[in-house]
């Protein structure tokens, strides 16, 4: 069964970093290109990063380019997302998913960027 | 970047109606278009994949159409479990969009 777990929410003051881990299991890890999307409160989804399989290329918004980071660790079969300058409009439940399209989802994890 | 235009914002129907909705995309796309359903308080899941293509364990009530740059999901006959929110997003390019979402609720 394909699972993923993403880890790391929380709350954190405007500028500050976060770091999410998504754990996945249940399918070979290395096969597959992973992404992250968001969905604010209240309001629809936005894809916020992709990386490919071998972690070679990665593929951001405008809206997070220059400050969020996606890395992968093939060995750990963990997928990451480095948040660094967060604003108040990051404020997001962030999900997990395998490949193109999202054919799995995680559960979420809540991210609050507030003072 | 492609954007995506979901209409109606807001769908009312009672069960049993057979409904359609759409996605418009800003340029052509081919059928790199994907559905998505998301319950209240779950995380979305896939519904149709490239237009057309169907996805494991989803009723055969969903079906979608379409190509280049209007696409369409259906549903035969709604059933009380489908009153959800749907989105459409779009892969032809590698900044992944999607549309705003249509609101299927109870009339």
């Known amino acids: 069964e394909v699972q993923l777990v993403e880890t790391g929410g929380g709350l954190v003051q405007p500028g500050r970093s976060l770091k999410l881990s998504c754990v996945a299991s249940g399918f070979t890890f290395n096969n597959y290109w992973m992404s992250w999307t968001r969905q604010a409160p209240g309001k629809g989804l936005e894809w916020v990063a992709s990386?490919?399989?071998?972690?070679?290329?990665?593929y951001y918004p405008d809206s997070v380019k220059g400050r969020f980071t996606i890395s992968r660790d093939n060995a750990q079969n963990t997928l990451y997302l480095q948040m660094n300058s967060l604003r108040s409009e990051d404020t997001a439940t962030y999900y997990c998913?395998?490949?193109?399209?999202?054919?799995?989802w995680g559960q979420g994890v809540m991210v609050t960027v507030s003072s | 970047n492609i954007v995506l235009t979901q209409s109606p914002a807001t769908l009312s129907v009672t069960p049993g109606e057979s409904v359609s909705l759409s996605c418009r995309a800003s340029?052509?796309?081919?059928?790199?278009i994907h559905w998505y359903q998301q319950k209240s308080n779950e995380s979305p899941r896939l519904l149709i994949k490239y237009a057309s293509q169907s996805i494991s364990g989803i009723p055969s009530r969903f079906s979608g159409s379409g190509s280049g740059t209007d696409f369409t999901l259906s549903i035969n006959r709604v059933e009380s479990e489908d009153f959800s929110i749907y989105y459409c997003q779009q892969s032809y390019s590698s900044l992944y969009t999607f549309g705003a979402g249509t609101k299927l609720e109870l009339k």
């Open positions: 998913t395998r490949r193109v399209p999202f054919d799995y």
């Open positions: 990386i490919t399989n071998s972690g070679g290329s990665t």
């Open positions: 340029q052509s796309i081919s059928t790199s």
